[in-house]
């Protein structure tokens, strides 16, 4: 089946760091991924759409310049935490969708947990 | 935004029992996806049941949709200790350029 990868799983960084995570789809082109962020016992909130080749499109209230998302390739997309400070704190998740419009099962990564301390 | 709602918010069985959850959604959707997520782990999909069906069974797991009512709901059967886990809805609705929608989840205990 298809598989998208997230690294690192795990990152501890101080306030005013930047952290880029990085998710693959290892098996499949995903043209689309999009960027998820989950608070402790709370529900997937969709951050951004990544578009390869061109600029990624933000949900309302999310700041572009403080989640930075690159789609280099169409195997992967990246997300830069620029400045980040401890209410950045969660859990990140990306999916990529595969298959014909209307059929497409959205494949997710294994997350990348980002403490802020 | 969250599409809708998840009901129960939790729920306590006891294995080999059925576990019912409920989703409502608001908006006409392409499909809507049902995933599990295990504690501080990504979500695995289980099932994708398309605007246009109305039941479908994936071994112990049966997902129905009701387009009218922008509802559907997921019957895990003879429940096993390793169904613990949360578990959530995904609407991609129509235009939405395969965007989903997740409702609020429902986290699930089996017992032993």
């Known amino acids: 089946g298809a598989v998208v990868s997230q690294h690192p799983s795990r990152v501890i960084c101080k306030s005013g760091t930047s952290v880029k995570i990085e998710c693959r789809s290892l098996?499949?082109?995903?043209?689309?991924m999009f960027w998820y962020r989950q608070f402790p016992k709370q529900s997937l909130m969709l951050m951004a759409t990544?578009?390869?080749?061109?600029?990624?499109?933000?949900e309302q209230g999310v700041e572009k310049d403080k989640f930075l998302i690159n789609h280099a390739s169409l195997t992967l997309s990246t997300l830069t935490v620029t400045s980040a400070h401890p209410e950045d704190s969660s859990f990140y998740i990306c999916?990529?969708?595969?298959?014909?419009?209307?059929?497409?099962?959205?494949?997710f990564g294994p997350g990348t947990r980002l403490t802020v301390l | 935004s969250q599409q809708g709602e998840e009901d129960p918010q939790a729920l306590s069985i006891q294995e080999g029992e059925n576990a019912t959850m409920n989703c409502s959604y608001k908006?006409?959707?392409?499909?809507l996806q049902w995933y599990r997520q295990n504690s501080g782990r990504g979500l695995v999909h289980l099932i994708l049941i398309r605007s246009n069906e109305r039941e479908k069974h994936s071994g112990r797991l049966r997902v129905t949709l009701d387009t009218s009512k922008k509802s559907s709901s997921l019957l895990i059967t003879a429940s096993r200790a390793a169904d613990t886990a949360s578990y959530f809805c995904?609407?991609?609705?129509?235009?939405?350029?395969?965007?989903?929608?997740f409702g609020g989840g429902t986290r699930v205990l089996v017992k032993p």
């Open positions: 995904a609407t991609d609705a129509l235009a939405a350029g395969n965007k989903l929608t």
């Open positions: 990544s578009n390869e080749g061109s600029k990624a499109t933000y």
């Open positions: 098996d499949f082109q995903a043209t689309t």
């Open positions: 999916s990529a969708p595969r298959g014909s419009r209307g059929r497409d099962t959205q494949y």
């Open positions: 908006t006409s959707i392409n499909n």
